[in-house]
Structure formats: C-alpha cells, structure tokens
C-alpha cells in the first residue's frame, strides 16, 4: 500500500519573484512541510526577504506558483491569507499609540467576524502567547514608547496570536539581547515540533544551523534545494557564496554547526613566489600563525595533519600544504618522507606550541633533522610531552643544533622575517 500525500505547508514551485518587471529571484523550488524549519541564508540583496514577500502579497510572482497548503498564494483573499500566515518581519513600521495587549491582540482579527469583539478563548490565547514570549508584563505599555527588542517580541506574538499554520521570519532576532533571542528561537522551535511550518531568514549561519532542520542557499538569484545544516554549510559553499574561507566544525556542546571565519577571501594576499615557511603544529596550535603568514601572502607547509583537527581545517582554508592523515591515523614511514620533502623546500620551520604523543611525533623528528634554520614557540613542559619524554629529547636535541627559541608567535613571525629579509 503507497504512503498517502501529504500537501506540504509552504511550496514554491519553479516560483520566479520579484517586483513589477525586475526579477530577484528565478524558479525556486522548494517545500516547507508540516513541523519543519527551513532557513533561508545568503548574501545580503540575495533575494531571502522577497521570497517571504511573495507569500504575503508584497512581492510578485512573475512565473510558477506559490502554495499555501495546495492553495495558490497570489490568488488567495488577504483574510484568509492571515488565517493562515503569520509574518514576524526584520522592522516594525511606524505605530500608533496603542497597548501591547492592544497590539498582540490585533492577531486575533483575521478569525473574528466583521466589527467582531474578542471573546474568551481569544483573550486566552492572547495571554498564552504573551506568557510564552516574556511581553506579559508589557501589557500597559504604549508600543510606540518600547525599545526595538520589545516591540520584535511583542510582533512575535501577535503573529503566534493568529495562530497560523505558516510562519514566516526575517532577521527574526535583529533587535534582541541573547537571552531573548534564545527565548524567541526556542518558542519558534517548539511551534514547529508542535507542527507549525516556520520558514525564516537567517544571516546568522550558526543560529540557522542550530535551530533550522534544512537550510535552503538563496545566491546569484537562485535557490539551492534545502538540505540539513551539515550538508548545506560546508566550507566550500561558504567561500564560493559568501567570499569567506572558514572552518566549518560539529559544535561539541550544542551538536550543531559551528562555522568560524578565517579570513575573507577580499583579504587573501596573492601567494609570494617565495619558499614556504613551515609548520610543526596541531590541535589547534598552527591556527593563528597560518592564517597570518596566509594574510601576508606566504606560503606555508604545515606537516602531517589528521582530518577532524582544527589545524587541518585551518590548512585547508588557508591553502597551506599539508600531508593527509585519517582521523586518528598515526605518521607512517612513506607519510614522514613526505613530511621531510615539505620542510626541506621551506625557508624554516616553526614548531609550534603543540602538545606531542606518539601520533604527531614524527612531525617534531623530520623538522629537528630537516637541516632548516628552526624556531621554537614556548617553553616545553610535561604538559606537551606525551611520548615518554622522546620530545622533549627532540626539543632539546633542536637547541643543540641552534634553534632559536621565543616566547611568542610575533616574535616566531619575526625572527622568520629578519633571516629572511622582510622585517
């Protein structure tokens, strides 16, 4: 027996939208169904709050369709457009003087008959929805006289005042504290886990990623299907869309995407044609010094890394030279000679403030006995040694064949560039 068809909440089908004859968007096609939050991210003038407007009636839809559960959006009358979607949007226009009771109970109008009066079950809904968004204690305030964060949760629940089947966001966040911001994503969440459809524009990656379950890439006048966080923010996506190299990692507290920007692609000096500098490093160690020689345009070989590291990621971003490892996976002879032709090509090697165990070791081994002209970062104390002091020998061995020693990575950027002519 086939499963039924479910009609989906949302659906742009090969929508082309815009305003008048200017098109800003062409043939999206994508669904927002029945307890799902989709997010709409991408450069700013992309097109992500057309789209929202195109299901309120304040943008065009110049070809395809738009539905409302199977409805099409452009011919549905403006009352039962409201009965259906509710619309928290970035800016609030200019109000009159009225109440915040006044003004969340304002969502309740598209269910009442003409020059109908709220009754019971209406005043009731309207003191859920002020319970749930912290605005209760608003009640007597005049909206025109409240802060910008105020009014955005108060315009918050007078769209979940509606109670509609449909909600739409944009920049839902823009004027709140974070406290408040968690709290109105939170109350968003729960309303599509309790079957709302929620489709919102996001410019915060992050914020998408942790509360959206598909995240849709509006750009160059088109929409990427949605896809889970994971898949649709991947570091590619993010330079080739949004200019930026980035490192895109799995939040350990929150389980969701983290996305950390390295530099801007704007940013990123023209390689030098000169030799690179080299890189001992790892767990996060490398990270600042390869960014920064990638600023000046220096090229740079940061040795044996193992996918999942932070200093990986940071290679990746940066296009510095790297040998690959398997998570985990430890340097094996043919991967040390790799190693070892890397730091002879380099002008130095950096040995940065890493801890070392018997994984990472090899790395520590091939600079001492590259012959390259090494500096050392930091002190080394028990705290980096986790090979049974065969580091700290490599260490110590380094200083015996003169390496240089300094106490931070402006001064390991320095002594780099003095030996090198470019200080």
């Known amino acids: 027996m086939s499963a039924p068809v479910t009609t989906p909440a949302l659906a742009f089908a090969a929508a082309t939208v815009g305003y008048g004859s200017r098109v800003v968007v062409r043939d999206a096609t994508f669904t927002v169904g029945a307890g799902e939050f989709v997010g709409l991210v991408g450069p700013n ?10 299901v309120t009636g304040g943008a065009d839809v110049l070809g395809g369709d738009v539905t409302c559960l199977g409805a099409s959006v452009p011919s549905m009358p403006d009352r039962e457009r409201a009965r259906l979607v509710g619309v928290v949007p970035q800016t609030q226009v200019a109000l009159f003087a009225f109440t915040a009771r006044a003004f969340v109970e304002m969502g309740r109008h598209p269910h009442l008959p003409r020059l109908g009066a709220l009754g019971p079950a209406d005043r009731a809904i309207v003191d859920d929805v002020m319970v749930r968004t912290d605005t209760a204690h608003l009640a007597d305030e005049l909206v025109d006289e409240l802060s910008g964060g105020d009014l955005q949760r108060l315009t918050l ?59 849709a890439i509006v750009a160059d006048a088109r929409v990427r299907p949605p896809a889970p966080p994971a ?33 801007r692609g704007a940013d990123l000096a023209a390689t030098r044609d000169v030799p690179p500098v080299g890189l001992v490093c790892g767990s996060g160690a490398g990270a600042s ?45 043919a991967a040390a000679a790799r190693v070892a032709e890397g730091y002879a090509a380099c002008t130095h090697v950096i040995v940065c403030e890493t801890p070392f165990g018997r994984a990472n070791l090899p790395n520590l081994e091939v600079a001492v006995r590259s012959g ?52």
Do not use: C
């Open 45 to 54: 003038g992309a097109g992500k709050s057309t789209l929202l407007r195109a």
């Open 289 to 333: 010094l390869m960014r920064r020689l990638a600023l000046a345009g220096h090229p740079v070989f940061a040795g044996a890394l193992n996918r999942g590291d932070v200093d990986y990621a940071v290679a990746e971003a940066v296009g510095a030279g790297l040998v690959a490892l398997p998570p985990f996976g430890e340097i094996d002879d």
């Open 231 to 263: 898949e649709a923010l991947d570091a590619a996506t993010i330079a080739e869309v949004f200019g930026v190299r980035a490192v895109v990692r799995t939040d350990p507290v929150t389980g969701t995407v983290a996305v950390t920007p390295v530099l």
């Open 372 to 423: 390259r002209p090494l500096v050392l970062v930091g002190s080394f104390g028990e705290d980096r040694d986790y090979a049974h002091g065969e580091a700290r020998q490599l260490w110590d061995e380094a200083l015996a064949r003169g390496a240089m020693r300094v106490d931070t990575e402006e001064k390991a950027l320095g002594a780099v560039g003095a030996a090198s002519g470019e200080a």
């Open 157 to 215: 629940a007078q769209a979940v005042a509606q109670e509609p089947r449909v909600l739409l966001l944009d920049e839902p966040t823009s004027h709140l504290d974070l406290n408040h911001a968690l709290q109105v994503l939170d109350l968003v969440r729960s309303l599509a886990d309790e079957g709302m459809a929620v489709l919102g524009v996001f410019h915060d990656l992050e914020i998408a990623a942790r509360y959206a379950d598909r995240i």
